[in-house]
């Protein structure tokens, strides 16, 4: 039986798409900026690792405020947040202005996220694991951006200029914050604060499996990120463009947009524990031979294979959370699990 499409996935799909342009082209940019001021690979993964610290820091508090005032609001104006950042070095260009920038997107896209997971959890589903599905949608947007976001950044870096990069990603994120307005999106029955007994950290101290649900979480952050940011670290290293980096990268996201799109077939064939523990193995053995890999054409064959194993990882991860812990606590379960994962 085939999951059925409605306007609110296609609507939250949709802005994924437009909003994660803030971190697959962001990221690629700052990096490549800081790298070519003459800056150390250090100072460049400290600017990376900034999209990650204030929803590392405020995810928990965030997503009690979705619990409380509903996905739409939170939405909004986090997209906000991340067209102003994203605008400030596009108008002046500067080591400050990056920085400023990879701090106001990163947590304007982690208040997005959330708000996008919760959105999905009120969906009415006909069986449980139809919601792997719905968030593995949800990630397809984003790894369609994946694709056309480093590209599209590293092409403009290199006719253009970095200014220019900048104004194309506000451009495309305010089509997002614009398209917000007209969203049909799920809205709680009642906007009240539900009263708990226990806080989500509460559960992961009673219930080791849900503490087992969050470890494996942040390992897929921790293979995620750190695997998109070293692809641009080696092709700087080897002397490739921003174009030719960003390619490669877009590979990674072509394996991830396959994978998801099989999800609802493989979420009906294996569990989600089983076809995490296949997801972890190939990510190992593409660590492995990553160092060894010289050439542009071995590093697109790597790229793609992971994405083809992280791709799975957060909707099987995220559904496993979500299905587990009590539904008034939906946001808070998912803030927690956005902050560990930064963290790591």
């Known amino acids: 039986m085939f999951l059925r499409l409605n306007t609110q996935i296609f609507s939250l799909v949709l802005m994924s798409l437009l909003a994660h ?14 790298l070519e001021q003459g800056n150390s690979e250090v100072i460049a993964g400290l600017t990376y ?55 106001l997107s990163g947590l304007g896209f982690g208040g997005y996220v959330l708000a996008a997971h919760v959105s999905i959890s009120l969906m009415k589903v006909e069986q ?9 949608w949800l990630q397809m947007g984003m790894s369609v951006s994946a694709v056309s976001g480093p590209f599209l950044i590293g092409l403009v870096i290199d006719t253009s200029n970095f200014s220019t990069a900048y104004l194309c990603l506000t ?18 029955k009642n906007h009240k604060e539900v009263e708990t007994t226990s806080s989500i950290l509460d559960d992961v101290k009673k219930d080791y499996s849900i503490l087992r649900m969050y470890l494996f979480s942040m390992a897929v952050y921790l293979a995620w990120d750190c695997f998109a940011f070293m692809i641009p670290v080696l092709g700087h290293d080897r002397g490739y463009s921003a174009a030719t980096i960003g390619s490669i990268l877009s590979f990674f996201a072509v394996g991830t947009f ?4 099989m999800q609802p077939w493989l979420s009906r064939k294996s569990s989600e524990w089983k076809t995490l523990c296949v997801s972890y193995a190939l990510a190992c053995g593409v660590f492995m031979i990553l160092p060894f890999a010289q ?9 793609l294979i992971f994405g ?37």
């Open 49 to 103: 690792g900034l999209y990650g610290l204030m929803p590392a820091l405020l995810a928990l508090h965030i997503g009690r405020l979705v619990d409380r005032v509903g996905p739409k609001l939170i939405m909004r104006l986090s997209l906000f947040l991340m067209v102003t950042g994203l605008v400030l070095p596009a108008i002046h260009l500067s080591i400050a202005s990056i920085l400023v920038c990879a701090a």
């Open 258 to 261: 396959v994978v998801r799109a």
């Open 21 to 34: 342009v803030t971190l697959s082209g962001g990221r690629v940019a700052s990096s490549l900026f800081v």
């Open 128 to 136: 449980v694991s139809d919601r792997t599905a719905l968030y593995a």
């Open 295 to 303: 050439s542009m054409a071995a590093l697109c064959s790597i790229s």
């Open 171 to 188: 451009s495309i994120v305010a089509l997002g914050f614009i398209w917000s307005f007209f969203a049909n999106i799920p809205k709680r």
């Open 308 to 344: 083809l194993s992280a791709g799975v990882g957060h909707p099987n991860v995220l559904n496993l959370i979500l299905s587990t812990v009590d539904s008034s606590k939906s946001g808070e379960a998912s803030g927690l699990r956005l902050m560990t994962g930064n963290f790591a």
